[in-house]
């Protein structure tokens, strides 16, 4: 008798499951991919500050997160629109006027973040 116990979900043998899980296309690079989208001090702040308003201007943001810097703020959110997590919305007025929002895989992301604060509550450090 074998011990079935695993501390994975799915532990690859031969080097064509291996590469399911740990190629390019696998898992890990999926995963991998998604964490950077969120790494970053302020990344997962601006996404909450989204969930709990549907569209907001940089400014607004600025003052809702206190302590970050305009540099800062600009490149996150450079980052998560090219991530596809936000949009940026020109209203092409003088002078200018933007806002940013979540978009459709934004709003998609949230019961995975709300999975991992479940998580972290049942797991103590």
Do not use: N
């Not at 079935?4 to 399911?20: A, D, L, M, N």
């Amino acid at each position: 008798m074998t011990d079935q116990t695993s501390t994975h979900f799915y532990v690859p043998i031969g080097k064509e499951e291996r590469e399911t899980c740990l190629g390019p296309e696998g898992s890990v690079a999926h995963v991998a991919r998604v964490v950077r989208m969120i790494q970053g001090r302020w990344k997962l702040p601006i996404l909450f500050r989204l969930y709990a308003d549907p569209s907001m201007r940089t400014l607004q943001l600025k003052r809702d997160l206190p302590g970050i810097s305009q540099k800062v703020l600009t490149a996150h959110l450079r980052d998560l629109a090219e991530d596809g997590l936000i949009e940026r919305i020109d209203f092409g007025e003088k002078p200018l006027r933007v806002e940013y929002q979540l978009s459709d895989a934004g709003r998609q992301f949230l019961p995975v973040l709300i999975a991992m604060r479940r998580f972290s509550v049942g797991h103590p450090a």
